[in-house]
């Protein structure tokens, strides 16, 4: 419409619960995937990956990489429940790494990191389409 600026347009409840929604889930997935980490770098043996699989790495070096990717997560949750552009960037990248290493973690604990991906999918798509107007208008930030 003419005359019509993007600022008329409101948000949708939907639109405010999705994004809380994923701030929360990026928390806790956040929290889950570094004790993950800490499991897999205290004991060793905790893991056990499937027989003849391509990408194997050492169940330890997978620990510190989840306890990181976990923490990254974490803070950006936080920083998304905040209505944080850098926490909506950080996010989406940590999430895309997230399922990659997820990817990669199948044959360690296959039900668990396809749920992660999914998860990550799910997180990347709302950070996408959510902008810093959504967070104005549903009363999350305040410019």
Not at 112 to 130: N, P, R, S
């Amino acid at each position: 419409m003419a005359g019509r600026s993007h600022a008329d347009d409101q948000v949708s409840g939907w639109t405010t619960g999705s994004i809380l929604f994923t701030a929360v889930l990026m928390m806790t997935v956040g929290f889950f995937q570094a004790i993950e980490g800490i499991a897999a770098i205290l004991e060793d043996q905790f893991y056990i990956p499937a027989p003849n699989y391509i990408y194997a790495i050492d169940v330890t070096a997978w620990g510190w990489t989840h306890l990181a990717l976990g923490i990254v997560v974490g803070i950006a949750g936080w920083g998304v429940m905040a209505a944080q552009l850098w926490a909506r960037v950080v996010g989406i990248v940590a999430a895309a790494l997230s399922a990659i290493a997820n990817f990669f973690f199948i044959p360690y604990y296959p039900i668990w990191a396809l749920l992660i991906i999914a998860i990550d999918v799910f997180v990347i798509w709302t950070l996408c389409v959510y902008g810093k107007q959504e967070a104005r208008q549903a009363g999350l930030r305040r410019d």
